[in-house]
């Protein structure tokens, strides 16, 4: 699809690709904030926590575009012309992802459609689901003991010009991280075994990560598609393979209910005080 701009229109508004982190809106960077803060309209991905959309300001546009496995809300050659007219017709425009953007969110492809159009944009990165689930869930990704190297892949498995490559995903030395692969935890227990890996192979599925429904499935390799079929799992998921998924049973440290417990005790005016400071702080800083 060609990406069509205003004729006889000159840009006057700025496109912000912001990370929004794995859930835990307390994950989302300052920088982050402050952008939502100032947004005029907000394409959101449907990965995007409620609390985190509850810091976008009443008046601004906000238009779900997000995409869930087998349930597409918008094609993507749809969201970069709607990128595209909005940074036509609004002065602040947010694009805002769940995880990084530039780590299976496709920000890269949105990027070039607003180079094409001649428009103006900024990256606010944010903390990737691999990396907020794997802390929150007590697995290093990498341990000098287990895994000296990490490897982030999305399991959609359909590429056939570019296939899987197996045999370097079934290194034993390294921590396998795989987005997107609940569907298809068949092709890749079957890929991984055939290319050597052993059956035994500790296997974490981590689901709802950072957030007080996160729930943590735990088994080996030859158990994978098990696993992914456990009707308590909820999307999204992230399947962590490797030897330091051994580690979950005594780092785990986030236990959602007393997390929750405690943020309600805690937190309370805490919060508010510091959302009024922050605020203040950002208008200050917008003003000069």
Request: with cysteine; proline share 4%.
């Amino acid at each position: 699809m060609e990406i069509v701009a205003l004729p006889g229109q000159r840009a006057g508004g700025k496109v912000w690709l912001v990370g929004a982190g794995p859930g835990d809106v307390e994950l989302l960077t300052l920088k982050a904030y402050r952008i939502l803060q100032s947004a005029d309209v907000v394409l959101y991905d449907a990965l995007v926590s409620e609390d985190i959309m509850a810091l976008v300001p009443k008046d601004a546009e906000k238009i779900a575009v997000g995409k869930r496995a087998g349930k597409h809300s918008a094609a993507q050659d749809e969201i970069n012309q709607l990128l595209v007219t909005k940074a036509f017709t609004k002065q602040s425009v947010v694009r805002l992802k769940g995880g990084d953007p530039f780590i299976f969110g496709r920000g890269g492809e949105e990027l070039q459609s607003l180079v094409e159009s001649g428009l103006e944009f900024e990256v606010v990165p944010g903390i990737t689901a691999a990396s907020g689930t794997s802390a929150y869930a007590g697995i290093p990704l990498t341990h000098r003991d287990y895994a000296q190297g990490v490897t982030f892949i999305t399991g959609h498995c359909q590429l056939e010009s570019r296939p899987m490559d197996w045999n370097s995903y079934a290194n034993p030395n390294n921590t396998l991280v795989i987005y997107m692969g609940i569907l298809n935890a068949g092709l890749i227990k079957s890929g991984l075994l055939g290319a050597g890996r052993n059956i035994d192979t500790p296997v974490a599925i981590v689901s709802k990560a950072t957030t007080q429904d996160q729930r943590c499935f735990i088994g080996t390799l030859g158990e994978l598609e098990r696993l992914a079929s456990n009707p308590a799992l909820k999307m999204p998921a992230l399947m962590i393979i490797g030897e330091v998924v051994e580690l979950a049973d005594t780092l785990n440290w986030f236990k959602p209910d007393s997390n929750q417990k405690d943020r309600v005790r805690n937190d309370g005016a805490q919060n508010k005080l510091l959302h009024g400071e922050l605020t203040q702080k950002l208008k200050v800083d917008l003003a000069q």
